[in-house]
Structures are given as structure tokens and as C-alpha cells.
């Protein structure tokens, strides 16, 4: 759960995540650059802009993880694959020579 958007102490301050997606809230919905990233969240938090936003820089982020992890695997795969390439289309050519 998240804490409450208001507590005790007044209003917290929103967190790095909070942040970009009260960003991506305000460039979806064409707001104005002048309408601060609290008063965005403050607004549409609970909105269905606010939800995909957050699904969307979930997934991006998820992604960009598994490029990450998989990368030296992908490139292990490419390098053992061409030699199979070559010989595919050196026979390709000849066939059809």
C-alpha cells in the first residue's frame, strides 16, 4: 500500500516514481506545463490517466531490465547463429544457380 497522500504534517512530498507519472499524466492529458507535479497527482491519482501512466512506466521499466539481463544471452545466440546463416545461404545460392 501506499502511504496516504496527506498526513499528520500536511501534504508529503511525492516520490521520484510519483513524479513521472504525474509527468506522463500532464503530457496525456495536455496540461499546462505551469500545473506543478503535486497538483497533478493531487488531481487525477485515483483517474484511469493515472493508472495506464503507471502501467506503462512499469512495463517500460520491466523491459528495460530484461534487455539488460538477457542482453549477453541475445548476443551469445547471434554469434553461434551466423555461421548457420552463411551456410543457409551459400546452399540457398546454389540451388537456385
Known sequence: MRPPFSGPNGPRSLTDREAKV?????????????????????????????????????GEELRGRLAEALGPLAS??????????RRAKKLWTRFWR
Open 22 to 58: 504525474a509527468r506522463r499524466v500532464r503530457r496525456a492529458l495536455y496540461l499546462p506545463a505551469s500545473m506543478s507535479e503535486e497538483e497533478v497527482a493531487r488531481q487525477f491519482r485515483d483517474s484511469v490517466a493515472w493508472r495506464r501512466a503507471r502501467l506503462v512506466l512499469a
Open 76 to 85: 551469445r545466440m547471434r554469434s553461434r547463429t551466423r555461421p548457420l546463416r
